[in-house]
């Protein structure tokens, strides 16, 4: 049963003051026709104008009703937003990047956000970013290329062919469609089975002894 929730976006995007990474693409529970990345044979456009227009969201992970590990939205104010990072440890920071296909599918690609790890950020990530900009403006189709770890992008030659640049809902409907019963808000989070699992240990603090070697 998809939870129908109204996204209000003063309580979706996050602070960039934290620099962790991102997890989180659902397929269950959600009412999107797509939800993760564009397939290979999809032309799409993407929503926005520049990055600025799409937001950075927190998620965590929890056990879902499967008992399998899922990424989790925080929707909620600042105070409910440090709250969860308190209680978890650790949020990862994503974009829910909406996007379009020629067929009048959408869906959403949720994009980590690249972290420097020894000086050198993940290169897919890299390449998502690249992808989602010039996606903003130019319909395209992108491959995997494991040999040098990003996606080949292919810019369709005749764009003045491709269907218009509309979305029939707010980038917020998606986002709340998408994430369906997938998300953690302050109305739902006292109360919520998963979570309450999830808090039921105590962190122990240790004591880390010199080794006698």
Request: glycine share 6%; aromatic share 10%.
């Amino acid at each position: 049963m998809i939870t129908p929730i109204k996204i209000d976006k003063n309580k979706l995007i996050v602070s960039t003051d934290h620099e962790d990474s991102a997890q989180g693409v659902k397929e269950k529970s959600t009412e999107v026709v797509i939800m993760g990345k564009p397939k290979e044979s999809d032309w799409f456009i993407i929503y926005g104008d520049t990055l600025e227009d799409l937001h950075l969201c927190n998620s965590v992970k929890l056990k879902g009703d499967d008992k399998k590990e899922h990424a989790f939205l925080v929707y909620g104010g600042e105070e409910f937003q440090e709250r969860v990072r308190e209680d978890f440890g650790k949020v990862s920071k994503f974009w829910p990047v909406l996007f379009k296909t020629a067929q009048g599918r959408c869906g959403i690609w949720n994009v980590n956000k690249p972290i420097a790890h020894f000086g050198t950020k993940n290169s897919w990530l890299v390449s998502a970013l690249n992808i989602i900009e010039l996606g903003q403006s130019k319909w395209m189709r992108i491959l995997p290329n494991h040999d040098a770890q990003m996606n080949d992008v292919w810019v369709h030659k005749y764009q003045d062919s491709c269907p218009p640049k509309e979305f029939e809902k707010t980038y917020e409907e998606y986002i709340a469609a998408g994430w369906g019963d997938y998300i953690l808000s302050e109305e739902n989070y006292d109360e919520n089975k998963l979570v309450q699992a999830h808090l039921a240990g105590v962190k122990v603090k240790q004591e880390i002894k010199e080794s006698k070697k």
